[in-house]
């Protein structure tokens, strides 16, 4: 079945550590984003991807990085994590074309003590 | 830089009852206007969407009502059930030629029985 998925759905972490986000579609989409999002908050982006080799950061500065070896795939990294990280992050994706829908995934909650 | 504008943030109406929520985009060459519902704890998930070239969208229950004289669109949602209950984001596309979505902040509604 095409969908979204994320992986861990939660993760704790303490302070200093690095960790990564995994982010992968069988939606067979080229573009892909990562959002912040804070508990019944807005979503803010952080990063996006028109496609493999291309990686754009969002309106929202983040300390994070991604990377783009294959379509399927979007990585978040966190290279030395903070209390500050504490948040949701969400992966989407959408067609290429003009703007539409995006689909996102399930979402990793993230703890940094 | 570009913002939208949601109102109200919290709205609660008895079941049957019609609710409506408004937004506004302050980019001009906005053209693509979702909307996302998100229940606690899951994912947001499309329920209509709307192009610069229509004015309005109706997709049973709900529509969607687009003034872009004014930069304003806004939902409404007839005969609410508690189903309904969910917080709701509206959001508007980035330039012309972008995926990119820029959120509101949100409006939790809520549909007492």
């Known amino acids: 079945e095409a969908d979204i998925y994320q992986t861990p759905r939660y993760l704790v972490i303490g302070t200093g550590k690095k960790i990564t986000l995994e982010c992968s579609q069988t939606m067979g989409h080229d573009k892909m984003y990562w959002y912040q999002q804070d508990p019944g908050m807005e979503l803010h982006l952080i990063h996006y991807s028109y496609g493999v080799n291309s990686t754009e950061k969002g309106d929202l500065s983040s300390e994070s990085t991604v990377s783009r070896i294959r379509t399927e795939h979007f990585p978040l990294t966190l290279e030395s994590a903070r209390p500050s990280h504490t948040s949701q992050y969400l992966c989407a994706s959408s067609t290429s074309g003009r703007a539409g829908e995006q689909y996102f995934g399930p979402g990793t909650r993230l703890t940094v003590t | ?113």
């Open chain 2, 1 to 113: 830089g570009e913002n939208v504008e949601q109102h109200p943030s919290t709205l609660s109406v008895q079941e049957g009852d019609s609710a409506v929520i408004k937004c506004t985009y302050s980019d001009s060459a906005s053209n693509y206007f979702p909307w996302y519902k998100q229940e606690l704890g899951k994912r947001p998930q499309l329920i209509i969407d709307i192009r610069s070239n229509v004015g309005e969208k109706k997709d049973q229950r709900i529509a969607v009502t687009l003034n872009k004289t004014a930069k304003h669109f806004s939902l409404h949602i007839t005969e609410t059930q508690p189903e309904d209950s969910a917080v709701y984001f509206c959001a508007a596309s980035l330039g012309r030629a972008t995926n990119k979505l820029i959120f509101g902040t949100g409006t939790l509604l809520a549909v007492q029985p």
